[in-house]
């Protein structure tokens, strides 16, 4: 079958079994009109699907043929509202190549209520070579509609998802869905058994459910809490904005990467953002989310679209709105916000995706590539050293420097009756976070043991002044008069 044979053939299956229709001639733009063999329109209640047939070897026009197609759509979805979608055939009378699906997948296009889709029939083998990936939901009649030949396998790329779910080689995002759930039921758990709603904002609830408690959880060797921490969430809508958010990233990463590589992105994704927390965030508090891993996912959509093999898949996902977005609302709400936890997070993702690749796949039955292997053993070593450091700093066995692991250090001095190591690690930390009213109560403690009345008393009062109500300031005062008057230092703590 040659390309005027097709154009027949397609054009009359088009017509009698799919409802298309020849297309207005007054809205082709010129160039499609002169370059494509057939244009095809059908419209049904809130949707208009174009489908024009070119010739491959139209080849560097290819792309302004697809700039037409899409404004053409573009302005019947401003005239009626409607969702549109653009189908264009390219028509080869030679076998496909590697190379040449490679150059077709960058005519993709994705925006509001307009998408295209390039697929190639390749008339000598039968075959017909579906697009890979987002946008997803092209309705597979029309793979059959297209196809060369009546026996000619529908191209796996085009199958629909299932409803609400986006599919990879025709698979349900089993990590996706496993990952939301496993926060979700763990809140509901947590909800259970604490006595109710307001048992998942309990800080001593939380804890005993494996938050990160810092400097805690780094004197007390408790390093397994930098993982644990991701799975529980701080009140109901804390846990609907973090699932919502995995839900729809995770399905685009995990029809990039596969589940696999995923996991991997996620949980040193993970782990870096919490450490990166815990090393540079302000000392005693209690985190908790997936923020930070889902941070790590955005950070590997961003290395696909820089890096990717196709990464003009991404072309239109408006990864740089999400990002600024959410980074943005971290700057303003900087106070509730964990921003380290976030940004270490992004790069992580970033890092392990870089690290992980993508899998190797036959797009469509079309032709396969695979990198070198000075490349996947120069990923592999990168990945195993990745998934190493992260399991090492689980494991307690990577120091975490910072405010908070010098907290941990003047606490466990504290204890063991160091008092100046302690008082000279207390206002280090102080120092760097000024108003934190619960160190400054500490180091007053520990200003009352060594006799220092006057300093103690004058934090103690600061915080008065702050905190009226903070019984802790009072009950340092009536310690600090007690031993004053007895005319020796005094033992006690929070």
């Given at each position: 079958?040659?390309?005027?044979?097709?154009?027949?053939?397609?054009?009359?299956?088009?017509?009698?079994?799919?409802?298309?229709?020849?297309?207005a001639p007054e809205a082709l733009p010129p160039?499609?009109?002169?370059?494509?063999?057939?244009?095809?329109?059908?419209?049904?209640?809130?949707?208009?699907t174009r489908v024009a047939v070119v010739p491959l070897g139209a080849g560097s026009l290819l792309p302004a043929l697809r700039d037409e197609l899409a404004a053409s759509l573009a302005a019947s979805a401003?005239?009626?509202?409607?969702?549109t979608l653009g189908l264009l055939l390219l028509v080869s009378e030679s076998a496909v190549t590697r190379e040449a699906y490679d150059r077709v997948q960058g005519l993709v296009y994705s925006a509001r209520r307009v998408r295209v889709v390039p697929w190639i029939v390749d008339l000598?083998?039968?075959?017909?070579?579906?697009?890979?990936?987002?946008?997803?939901?092209?309705?597979?009649?029309?793979?059959?509609?297209?196809?060369?030949?009546?026996?000619?396998?529908?191209p796996e790329a085009a199958a629909p998802p299932a409803p609400g779910l986006l599919r990879r080689r025709g698979t349900v995002p089993w990590l996706t869905v496993g990952l939301t759930a496993s926060i979700v039921l763990v809140w509901t758990a947590m909800t259970l058994l604490g006595g109710g709603l307001g048992a998942t904002e309990d800080s001593e609830t939380l804890y005993r459910w494996g938050a990160a408690l810092r400097p805690h959880l780094l004197a007390d060797g408790e390093y397994w809490r930098l993982l644990t921490a991701g799975f529980l969430h701080i009140g109901a809508a804390h846990l609907a904005m973090n699932a919502l958010s995995l839900w729809w990233v995770g399905q685009v990463v995990e029809a990039l990467f596969g589940p696999t590589r995923m996991l991997f992105i996620y949980l040193f994704a993970l782990v870096a953002?919490?450490?990166?927390?815990?090393?540079?965030?302000p000392p005693l508090v209690l985190s908790a989310g997936a923020s930070g891993a889902i941070f790590g996912l955005l950070g590997a959509l961003v290395w696909y679209r820089i890096a990717g093999p196709e990464r003009q898949r991404l072309q239109q996902v408006p990864l740089l709105v999400v990002l600024l977005l959410n980074l943005g609302?971290?700057?303003?709400?900087?106070?509730?916000?964990?921003?380290?936890?976030?940004v270490a997070g992004l790069a992580a993702g970033f890092l392990a995706a870089a690290a992980?690749?993508?899998?190797?796949?036959?797009p469509s039955g079309g032709p396969a590539s695979r990198p070198s292997p000075v490349v996947r053993g120069l990923r592999l070593a990168v990945a195993l050293a990745l998934a190493g450091l992260a399991a090492a700093t689980v494991a307690g066995a990577l120091p975490l420097p910072g405010p908070s692991q010098r907290l941990a250090t003047a606490l466990t001095a504290w204890h063991e009756g160091r008092l100046e190591e302690a008082a000279a690690g207390l206002e280090s930390v102080?120092?760097?976070?000024?108003?934190?009213?619960?160190?400054?109560?500490?180091?007053?403690?520990?200003?009352?043991?060594?006799?220092?009345?006057?300093?103690?008393?004058?934090?103690a009062e600061r915080v008065l002044a702050v905190e009226p109500q903070s019984a802790e300031a009072r009950r340092l005062l009536r310690a600090i008069e007690f031993f004053a008057g007895a005319g020796h230092g005094g033992r006690g703590s929070p």
């Open positions: 079958m040659d390309l005027g044979g097709y154009v027949e053939a397609a054009g009359q299956r088009f017509g009698e079994f799919g409802g298309f229709a020849p297309a160039m499609l009109a002169q370059w494509a063999g057939v244009v095809l329109d059908r419209e049904e209640p809130g949707l208009l401003r005239a009626r509202g409607w969702e000598p083998r039968g075959r017909l070579y579906g697009h890979r990936g987002p946008p997803f939901g092209v309705d597979p009649d029309l793979a059959v509609l297209a196809a060369p030949s009546p026996d000619a396998p529908v953002g919490s450490a990166a927390s815990v090393m540079f965030g609302y971290g700057l303003i709400a900087h106070e509730i916000v964990d921003n380290w936890n976030h992980a690749g993508v899998p190797l796949t036959r102080a120092a760097a976070y000024p108003g934190d009213t619960h160190l400054e109560l500490t180091l007053a403690w520990v200003y009352l043991e060594q006799g220092r009345f006057g300093e103690a008393r004058g934090l």
